[in-house]
């Protein structure tokens, strides 16, 4: 276990990727196989199944360490973490072991499933008193169920192609579905004969800049096209070979987990890309990305989630047709190709046309129009406006001046800091969770809950602050004198009855602290319920969302 | 007679106060009389009328303190008499210059540990047990999970660290209180590395103008420190790659790492001990290396004083009293004005410049009588 230990420590040790994927590639190149196929698989997150219930794992940690139970606990409240609290408070080894990462796994960590309690406890107990301190939290971690680590499946696949010489895209394909971590699978991730895979290759993504300059000065309104800036997941849909494939910008292969799309996309002609947006739709509305985030991350989609978030793909480029490369031809040419497919698609088979959309342009004769449509943005549940560049070709990666994303600035409020939580894991040792209120009739009301947005320093000092201006206790949870101000900015808001002020608000983040202000200064829940949608459900403005026909 | 009847030491709203003697130990605000275990920032307050510290001290003390500031100063051990209390000091281990401060009367005898570490450390004097009938210590790490690792060791794997920086073409930033922390590096890589002035270091030294000042201060006092440079001196085109950098924690991340070009950075603390803390830092490399005292330090000085009371400061007080109580020990919380966990705060932590509105003092809580040793 100990290359794998370093390689831990080297993949924990640094933010910049591409120590990480050097790391990767050492490891890959040097690690036994059958290590190395181990290590894929609790990388990528496919560990094993949790072998021991934590609070057995604290019970014997602390009774070999010598600590009552509450000891544990204050220990545990100061790291955060059950499997590191426990490394740091075991006696130091008796021995040590050189015994492989899949034997640890495959010998000690398996058959635990198997045992009861007691034969549990002898077999964890023996193997903290031969780890070192490195080994111990991985061991605990595997034991728990509970191994991560700070590298993307993405690192991974580019490591492994990296040490095999091979394209990202055939080992990311390898490495779905199911399989086992044996050396032979390792080998076989690294197989140069791409040809099992290459029909579900995407294009690489073209992405957009954020507009810095009004966007009159584009030149002539004409000349852009304008749609909606989604807040959905970016998405290839590709069908080859009568095989459907969706890829996610994150060159994540997803196909599994929207299979109302991919049996839509079976009525689709075969050689053909499109570049679009998965959305989620309930009764014609496009809805918010929170739904979508119930659908992420499973692997399988329960019935129950299918008929309540179902999802459409709004497609705005068509990359490939009948076959052929189409990213050279200029914007207008591909988007007609587009309208047109999507056009007959609907004349044969109206049902999948509900599933495969047509992202629609957005009409506008001058940019001051078009500003107008984009102060609208929010009620088509669009983060803003993206424009292209009618006579560009789809370019690759981020380059500069055919895409540019409008997005509309986030509301803000500034409201009173009245509590906080130490963070999880990596925050344990801060106070960095916190609560936040606006006034109402004399009392601060909970509008919100944030945790990011501020610099290191920062959060710094408000631990400091935090600490020195403690009210009560109430649990994990300490009140503060309400003194600080920040400015909150969030993605919306909508009116809430579990919600005490009556309002729910979406995505708030830290804009900054208002040093400046006092808590007086701080908004009133009436200035907050003033930024509500209006009451009735906001009705698409149907003018925009007719799609255009291209000239 | 017993410890309860008659506290040697009370705590008022300016720190502990020693009403027999009429001074302060350590006091967080300008009194008359300031005795000081030692010269980090929240153990020495500005303004006093007098202060007294040991003579080790005395030359970081003078930097820290207002020009003309009065210091007495004492030899460890020696003894002098203040209102029929009889005051000493004693090594304590933590930095250069850092006391424990024994008072006795009618037989009586209280010692103030201030900071204090058990583990060998070259710039000072090593910490000595004080036997007392009441001892107020501190325990900034008082928890079972801290516990340090031998000090040569994580100077071999800071050198390592250097090296292997060397080998990848990328400067070595190292973070580190200026005051204590940094010297202890200093003297510690170049011994490690066969040499106290520092003839075997892998590369140059370079430090942050912040550092300076103290580093003088040892030098002053007698200490050999190896050869450093200043890093505002260091001449353009300079190439960083095989040097170390030593700055203080608050310079991480700021635009003066940028002149380092490619760098990793490091930082040698006793709460590097925890993953998270060094993660949520976003430090490439944590060196646990504190100055103070671990769990089993902390337990085995509580028992080297053979006191009958027990007073915790500074830190994870509550969890100490409890554990010291279960052991049969008469323990109590001694509240101070820093509620949390992190000691040398003041370096780490630049206060939040809020808007000053009347009753808004950041930290003058009343005085609760202090220990109440009942
Ligand atoms: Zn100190």
């Known amino acids: 276990m100990k290359t794998f230990t370093t390689l831990y420590a080297q993949l924990d040790g640094t933010t910049k990727t591409s120590d990480k994927v050097r790391a990767l590639v050492e490891y890959f190149a040097t690690a036994d196989p059958a290590d190395a196929a181990w290590a894929i698989a609790l990388l990528i997150g496919r560990k094993p199944r949790q072998a021991v219930a934590s609070p057995r794992l604290r019970e014997w940690a602390a009774a070999e360490s010598g600590i009552s139970d509450w000891l544990f606990q204050e220990s545990y409240d100061a790291v955060g973490d059950v499997a590191e609290t426990i490394a740091l408070l075991l006696p130091r080894p008796e021995r040590s072991s050189d015994l492989t990462l899949s034997r640890w796994i495959e010998e000690r960590l398996l058959p635990l499933a198997k045992l009861d309690d007691d034969q549990k406890r002898l077999a964890v107990v023996d193997a903290w008193r031969q780890l070192d301190h490195e080994q111990r939290f991985l061991w605990n971690k595997l034991l728990s169920g509970g191994f991560r680590v700070g590298v993307s499946r993405q690192l991974v696949i580019r490591a492994l192609a990296a040490h095999g010489n091979i394209e990202p895209a055939a080992v990311a394909h390898r490495l779905m579905g199911d399989w086992t971590p044996t050396p032979a699978f390792f080998q076989s991730l690294l197989v140069r004969d791409e040809t099992d895979t290459s029909s579900s290759r995407p294009y690489p993504f073209f992405l957009a800049h954020a507009i810095d300059q009004p966007p009159a000065a584009l030149g002539p309104r004409d000349a852009w096209q304008a749609e909606w800036k989604w807040d959905g997941i970016r998405c290839q849909l590709i069908r080859r070979q009568g095989q459907t494939y969706l890829w996610t910008r994150g060159e994540e292969l997803v196909t599994e987990r929207y299979p109302e799309l991919v049996s839509a996309a079976e009525c689709l002609p075969d050689g053909l890309v499109l570049d679009g947006e998965i959305l989620p739709i309930k009764n014609g509305q496009v809805g918010p990305f929170s739904q979508l985030q119930r659908r992420i991350g499973r692997k399988s989609v329960p019935k129950s989630i299918l008929s309540e978030i179902p999802v459409v793909l709004f497609a705005y480029d068509l990359l490939e047709a009948s076959g052929q490369d189409m990213r050279l031809d200029p914007l207008a040419l591909r988007r007609g190709k587009l309208e047109r497919l999507v056009k007959e698609l609907g004349a044969r088979h109206p049902a999948v046309a509900e599933r495969i959309r047509l992202s629609p342009v957005v009409e506008a004769e001058t940019w001051e129009q078009l500003q107008a449509a984009w102060r609208g943005s929010r009620a088509q549940q669009a983060e803003g406006l993206m424009l292209k560049d009618r006579g560009k070709a789809y370019g690759v990666g981020r380059e500069r001046g055919a895409w540019w994303k409008w997005k509309v600035a986030p509301l803000t409020i500034d409201a009173v800091l009245t509590a906080a939580r130490r963070g999880s894991g990596k925050r344990a040792s801060l106070y960095t969770d916190y609560t936040f209120g606006v006034w109402h009739n004399g009392a601060l009301v909970t509008i919100a809950q944030a945790y990011s947005g501020l610099t290191d320093q920062e959060i710094r000092q408000v631990d400091a602050f935090i600490r020195r201006n403690m009210v009560e206790k109430f649990g994990p949870v300490r009140t503060v004198k309400p003194e600080l101000v920040f400015e909150l900015a969030f993605e919306g808001l909508n009116r809430s009855s579990r919600h005490r002020s009556g309002v729910a608000v979406r995505f708030p983040r830290i804009v900054r602290i208002r040093t400046d202000k006092q808590a007086h200064d701080a908004d009133s829940l009436e200035t907050l319920k003033a930024l509500l949608p209006p009451i009735e459900a906001h009705t698409p403005d149907r003018a925009s969302k007719k799609p255009a026909t291209s000239d | ?374």
């Open chain 2, 1 to 374: 007679m017993t410890a309860a009847s008659e506290p040697l030491l009370t705590r008022t709203d300016h720190g502990l106060y020693c009403a027999q003697g009429d001074f302060f130990v350590d006091p967080w605000r300008a009194v008359d009389q300031a005795v000081i275990t030692h010269a980090h920032a929240d153990h020495l307050a500005w303004g006093c009328r007098r202060y007294l510290a040991s003579r080790e001290c005395l030359p970081i003390a003078r930097r820290r303190l207002q020009p003309g500031a009065e210091v007495g100063h004492l030899e460890y051990g020696q003894t002098i008499d203040i209102g029929g209390v009889k005051i000493s000091l004693h090594p304590a281990g933590h930095i250069r210059g850092s006391a424990q401060v024994r008072l006795e009367r009618s037989g009586q005898v209280w010692v103030v540990s201030g900071d204090y570490k058990i583990e060998p450390d070259p710039t000072c004097t090593p910490f000595e047990p004080v036997r007392c009938h009441v001892f107020i210590s501190e325990c900034t790490f008082g928890l079972p999970i801290y516990r340090w690792p031998e000090p040569i060791q994580v100077f071999q794997e800071i050198l390592a660290w250097w090296q292997s920086n060397q080998q990848a073409g990328r400067a070595s930033l190292l973070l580190g209180y200026s005051l204590g922390k940094a010297q202890r590096l200093l003297a510690g890589l170049a011994a490690t590395s066969g040499s106290a002035e520092g003839a075997n270091l892998p590369g140059p030294i370079y430090i942050h103008g912040a550092i300076e000042p103290l580093n003088d201060a040892y030098r002053e006092g007698g200490f050999v420190l190896p050869h450093t440079r200043r890093v505002a001196e260091a001449e353009k085109g300079t190439d960083w790659s095989r040097a170390l950098i030593l700055a203080p924690p608050s310079a991480h991340g700021t635009p003066w790492t940028r002149r380092l070009g490619a760098h990793s950075t490091a930082q040698a603390s006793g709460w590097m001990r925890i993953r998270g803390t060094r993660r949520r830092r976003a430090i490439d490399r944590g060196f646990v290396l504190s100055d103070h005292v671990d769990w089993p330090g902390l337990l085995s000085a509580i028992d080297a004083t053979a006191a009958e009371t027990v007073l915790l400061t500074h830190g994870y007080t509550a969890a100490v009293v409890r554990w010291l109580q279960e052991q049969g020990r008469d323990a109590h919380a001694l509240a101070t004005r820093y509620q949390g966990e992190h000691d040398d705060a003041e370096e780490l932590i630049p206060a939040l410049d809020v808007q000053p509105k009347p009753d808004n003092q950041l930290h003058g809580d009343s005085a609760s009588p202090a220990g109440k040793v009942t």
